[in-house]
Nanobody, 121 residues
């Protein structure tokens, strides 16, 4: 099994910045894509950014130019640098990862439990 733990959420004023982290642990053999989603009450999770194992990135139009996704493969960690934050960015942010374990070589998508980001004055 693989466990994902997000951190770095909190309260920030409009225009501010936050850096989220998501660390994977467990019997990891390989991690492929890692992604960040956001979810607001009553809505489905929406993809914000993703990064491949070779550092190819993609972003939702709403965050392009403001958010940057990166990863540290040696640490099995993905980051989301969020700048110029807006009240509409307020959400729970979840990470997920496509991973193979040392006991099961199928690719399985694992999820973290989320971290709350609140953008408010």
């Amino acid at each position: 099994q693989v466990q994902l733990v997000e951190s770095g959420g909190g309260l920030v004023p409009p225009g501010g910045s936050l850096r989220l982290s998501c660390s994977a642990s467990g019997s990891i053999f390989r991690i492929g894509f890692m992604r960040w989603y956001q979810q607001t009450p009553g809505n489905q999770r929406e993809l914000v950014a993703q990064i491949s194992a070779s550092n190819t990135t993609n972003y939702a139009d709403s965050v392009k130019g403001r958010f940057t996704v990166s990863r540290a493969n040696a640490k099995n960690t993905v980051y989301l640098q969020m700048n110029s934050l807006k009240p509409d960015d307020t959400a729970v942010y979840y990470c997920n990862a496509d991973a193979m374990t040392t006991t099961d070589y199928r690719v399985v998508t694992y999820w973290g439990k989320g971290t709350l980001v609140t953008v408010s004055a």
